[in-house]
Each structure stands twice: as C-alpha cells, then as structure tokens.
C-alpha cells in the first residue's frame, strides 16, 4: 500500500500529549538492533519531551528505508549490505 494511501493517513495517531507538534530537546547516537538486524553505523535519534503516555519510540518508514532494511518472509535483512 502506498505511503499516501488514505488508509495509511487516517489510521495514525497523535503521538503527542498536547498542542501536537513534537517538542524536541536533544538528539543522541545510538546503535540500533530492528528485529535482530544490526544498523551499521547507528544512528542519531530526536529526543521529545512530550511524546503520549505510553508511547516510548516513533521510527519513521523514511528512517527504515534509509537504513536499508527489508522485510522478507524469511524475516527482515540488510538490503544494501547483504
């Protein structure tokens, strides 16, 4: 399903507790393991101050593509390394 599909747009939420835009205090390096498939390099993550309760991470599909993952049926890969 395309990214802009209506039903990829109405099914989002809010990640925010009040006024809905993202408060962003620091940013920081980290290594990043996705389900078990290493991001060579890490990478530099926002850091908010007003995400919704009971949301701890937001990981955009334009930060996965530029990871270069790919979901398989085999389980997910590193496209551009593997």
């Known amino acids: 399903m395309p990214r802009d599909a209506p039903s990829a747009r109405h099914n989002l939420q809010k990640?925010?507790?009040?006024?809905?835009?993202?408060?962003?205090?620091?940013?920081c390096r980290v290594g990043v393991v996705l389900q078990g498939v290493e991001v060579p390099g890490g990478a530099v993550f926002e850091v908010t101050k007003n995400l919704k309760r009971g949301v701890d991470l937001i990981i955009g599909s334009s930060e996965i593509d530029a990871w270069g993952i790919v979901f398989t049926p085999e389980g997910p890969k590193l496209g551009k390394y593997s």
């Open 15 to 27: 990640p925010t507790d009040e006024c809905g835009r993202l408060k962003i205090v620091c940013y």
